[in-house]
């Protein structure tokens, strides 16, 4: 079951609705009812919010226990994920003086891999529901899975967003913007920095 599932489950059993609990967390309902249909995932201080007002532990929204009852769960360890204002056109590696600052996660949550965040700027996934102002979650690394979305460096310019296909010796890379093109560009011409495996409203 999906942390937004969980979430929507245990909101049901306490009889709160959407707008109770977007007032208790200081949100609007629609951010709220992003977390709950698993668009974005809560940041770490609005998941152990979340899970004050439901009575259960981050573990369990997190999947990582199927036990909901707090009183019997082991403490979260959290880790710091650096935030990323931009990815600057030039650097095959992620320059230090970019970050514009942290955000905490459950340690397992990135277990496998390095991780950070980006602030989305554009409009070139905003079909997908991807607007600038949000932060995706992205797995550090240089490739991409056939048809993920990856965060790619292309003819000196700055890091961006783009849905990722291999053809051959090129690589598509695909807006989901429909006044967007798809371009053609030579593998050895593509430079990629990650995959991202989430994205978050910057709440």
């Known amino acids: 079951m999906s942390t937004g599932k969980r979430i929507k489950d245990l909101r049901l059993k306490r009889g709160l609705t959407q707008d109770q609990m977007a007032d208790k967390l200081g949100m609007n309902r629609a951010n709220f009812s992003n977390y709950e249909r698993d668009v974005a995932l809560p940041p770490g201080d609005t998941l152990a919010d979340i899970a004050t007002i439901l009575n259960t532990s981050t573990d369990y929204l997190l999947g ?81 899975q056939h048809g993920k979305i990856g965060v790619v460096l292309v003819d000196g310019e700055e890091g961006t967003l783009k849905r990722i296909f291999y053809d051959d010796d090129n690589v598509i890379l695909q807006a989901a913007n429909r006044d967007i093109p798809p371009r053609i560009i030579p593998i050895h011409d593509v430079i990629i920095q990650g995959q991202v495996v989430q994205v978050q409203f910057d709440v």
């Open 64 to 144: 990582l226990t199927d036990n909901s009852n707090p009183n019997n769960t082991i403490s979260l360890e959290m880790v710091q994920i650096p935030i990323y204002g931009e990815i600057r056109a030039g650097y095959n590696s992620l320059a230090q003086q970019d970050i514009i600052g942290y955000e905490i996660v459950a340690k397992d949550s990135v277990r496998d891999g390095d991780y950070f965040f980006l602030m989305v700027k554009g409009d070139s996934m905003i079909d997908e529901g991807i607007r600038e102002g949000m932060r995706v979650l992205v797995r550090k690394q240089q490739t991409c």
